[in-house]
């Protein structure tokens, strides 16, 4: 959800409170700047109407489950194309993808590491990680193309199995559908976002250390 919400400098974060011995959860919403910085205070989703709130978003991430799963196979052959084309920085990769009717937002460490990657669709409304498409499109697979990294594949991305990929398990499906990348929640257990969630904890190891380092 932030990484569409994102292009609009507005984010989506979870607040949890407790009342009358209840644990209660909710959203607001954060103004940011072109540099993802916030500029203001957060509002309430209830001020926004009741479509902004938590229930309302994860009924409409629900009912949208057979179109992600529908979907899928299509994007995933969308960006294995645009891998084709043989891309060797972000803004070659951007373009090839453009080119293929998604846009991508790549986040990445003040090093320049890749830990997460995602595909949009704007025609059909489809937002998914890149670990969701399958193995050879995580971001540590994209990091060690475009940085020269490990890929954390038996293949390299210029191999045909690395870029069709493996298509994530009927559990993985379930939790995109349920919102995908909206609070960045935990995947179901075996599936390749485990290995992309380890991935994302040692890049910000390193780059706490670098910081220390200073």
């Known amino acids: 959800m932030n990484a569409v919400l994102n292009r609009y400098n507005v984010?989506?974060?979870?607040?949890?409170?407790?009342?009358?011995?209840?644990?209660?959860?909710?959203?607001?919403?954060?103004?940011l700047d072109a540099?993802?910085?916030?500029?203001?205070?957060?509002i309430r989703s209830k001020d926004l109407g009741r479509g902004a709130g938590q229930t309302a978003v994860q009924g409409k991430f629900?009912?949208?489950?057979?179109?992600?799963?529908?979907q899928l196979p299509g994007m995933r052959e969308r960006v294995a194309e645009a891998m084709r084309a043989g891309p060797r920085t972000r803004g070659e990769l951007e373009e090839a993808l453009?080119?293929?009717?998604?846009?991508?937002?790549?986040?990445?460490?003040?090093?320049?590491?890749?830990y997460g990657m995602t595909?949009?669709?704007?025609?059909?409304?489809?937002?998914?990680?890149?670990?969701?498409?399958?193995?050879?499109?995580s971001a540590r697979a994209f990091d060690g193309l475009l940085n020269?990294?490990?890929t954390g594949t038996e293949h390299t991305m210029s191999s045909p199995a690395a870029r069709v990929g493996t298509?994530?398990?009927?559990?993985?499906?379930?939790?995109?559908?349920?919102?995908?990348?909206?609070?960045?929640?935990?995947?179901?257990?075996?599936?390749?976002?485990?290995?992309?969630?380890?991935?994302r904890r040692k890049l910000r190891?390193?780059?706490?250390?670098?910081?220390?380092?200073?």
Do not use: C
């Not at 629900?62 to 529908?70: I, Q």
């Not at 009927?170 to 485990?194: H, K, M, N, V, Y």
């Open 11 to 31: 984010q989506a974060e979870e607040v949890r409170w407790e009342y009358a011995g209840r644990r209660l959860s909710g959203l607001v919403y954060v103004p």
């Open 35 to 42: 540099r993802g910085e916030r500029v203001g205070p957060p």
């Open 62 to 70: 629900r009912r949208s489950r057979p179109l992600v799963a529908a």
């Open 98 to 114: 453009r080119a293929r009717g998604i846009h991508l937002r790549m986040r990445t460490t003040d090093g320049g590491r890749i």
């Open 119 to 137: 595909f949009m669709d704007d025609e059909l409304g489809v937002s998914v990680n890149g670990s969701r498409l399958g193995r050879g499109f």
């Open 148 to 150: 020269g990294g490990p």
């Open 167 to 199: 298509p994530p398990d009927a559990a993985a499906l379930e939790w995109l559908a349920l919102g995908d990348g909206l609070l960045d929640g935990p995947p179901a257990r075996g599936d390749e976002e485990w290995r992309e969630l380890a991935w």
């Open 205 to 214: 190891r390193e780059e706490a250390k670098r910081r220390r380092r200073g």
